[in-house]
């Protein structure tokens, strides 16, 4: 296995997917890790991610000793290529000539890059810093025009520098340099794959939980079903699922949820219809944050309810955390990653309330979740379903949430989704989804006037929902859709089809 230093570039998560593709496992550190956990690790390869800072400077970020000490490959990345030269005896300067996007890399030797081109290739750039001096016992491996040392290594200890990025897609051959170093210079095999954790998680569940029991918050995301997928094979009935419907859910969603983990895969789920107490606090309140407010407080309480009553016997409380989540949180200790946040899926338990976690997806990225829930026997509809958010469709009804409102979204929502299903188009969408909009407009239906109001529809295409253009669904198909929901619910008198890209609109519309 292979550990990633991060030293806080924003391509690092990148890097692991990359390595975790070629088929070897690999987790990332921050840089400031202790010496003893990288020796615990035991890698078999080491790679120093890029960063924000600059080697030039005698307090930045440097790789501890132990990595040079421990006879295992190096690759460093960028700054961790800069930080490589400083440390092992080179010499790296601020250049005028920064780069950044792509570049023309011309490889002179070494086994990352040869016979990869006859001539250039395109990298990706992003740098102001360069080496100007490899340290003793390296060569140069490449030049580009900003960084006449685009690329070092010294085989014999199987340490290498490279200037550009690899992990990213405008880099031509990077992948395969990646590969060459993970399975070539490193000598890993490429036989990990997501499924293979599913015996040791299991192993380690039973090893931390023993007899005890553990409950966990389902919600019907991915996340947390796959916890309960796979907790259950684990410890079988010791596993108790709180499922709270709080009436904000998609068209049947509650029932499919029973239906596939208490009928079919025999999970204990405890259903808790919870939609009253929701429809009681969001009552009066418009503003988005303020529902959001209501929805999450309300929820802490219903699950708290039910928390004490299993307490007296529940040592554990099981979270679908995944690996990004844990590497944001991670990141904070080197004070470099630029997004943190803390993420608990039912956080804010009140203090009475102690558990002990169990998280065993810490160590997954999301798709790597989505196929180990296939493996685990869930439906693949339900792994690979677009993301909804906690708080439902009450951020998906503008202002007021009233159960007749949801009621008419409900359905609205179901045709356009089961429509996109149908023509193929579900899975060319990152999150389609319906809105209500409690203003009403005039219609004409037949012979009479329909007075009722509006339903929107929002489609987006988007890599990490940060950023997101609206999709370009077919004319025809929009038409098909605004069709259906006109004629067969009475209470909706148009469908307007949300032509807005983020920023500056958001996804969601609350
Ligand atoms: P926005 O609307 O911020 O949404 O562009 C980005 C992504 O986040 C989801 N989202 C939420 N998820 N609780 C959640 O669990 C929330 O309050 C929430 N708000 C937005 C949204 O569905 C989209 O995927």
Known sequence: RILILDFG???????????????????IYPCDVTEQEIIDFAPRGIILSGGPESATEETTWRAHDCVWSSGVPVLG??????????????????????????ADLKPVCGPLLDGLTDDTTVVWMSHGDRVTQVPAGFEVMATSAGAPIAAMGDAARGYYGIQFHPEVTHTEHGREMLTRFVLTVCACDASWKPENIV??????????????????????????????????KAIGDQLTCVFVDNGLLRLNEGDQVMKIFADNLGVKVIRVDAEQRFLDALKGLNDPEDKRKAIGGVFIDVFADEARKLSADTKFLAQGTIYPDVIESAGSRTGKAHVIKSHHNVGGLPDDLAFDLVEPLRE???????????????????????PFPGPGLGVRILGEVKKEYADILRRADDIFIQALYDEGLYHKTSQAFAVFLPVKSVGVVGDGRRYAPVIALRAVETVDFMTARWAHLPYDFIERVSTKIINSIEDVSRVVYDVSSKPPATIEWE
């Open 77 to 102: 990345i960028c700054y961790g290529m800069q930080t490589m030269a400083a440390q092992l005896g080179g010499t790296v300067e601020t250049s005028d000539h920064r780069e950044f996007g792509h």
């Open 9 to 27: 570039s924003q391509y690092t998560q990148l890097i692991a997917r990359r390595v975790r593709e070629i088929g070897v496992y690999c987790e």
């Open 364 to 386: 997954l990225f999301k798709d790597e979740v989505r196929v180990l829930g296939e493996t685990l026997g869930l439906p693949h509809a339900m792994v690979w379903r677009h």
């Open 199 to 232: 015996d040791d998680a299991i192993a380690r569940v039973r090893e931390q939980v023993g007899g005890d029991h553990v409950m966990l918050g389902l919600s019907g995301g991915v996340d947390s079903s796959v916890v309960a997928a796979l907790l259950h």
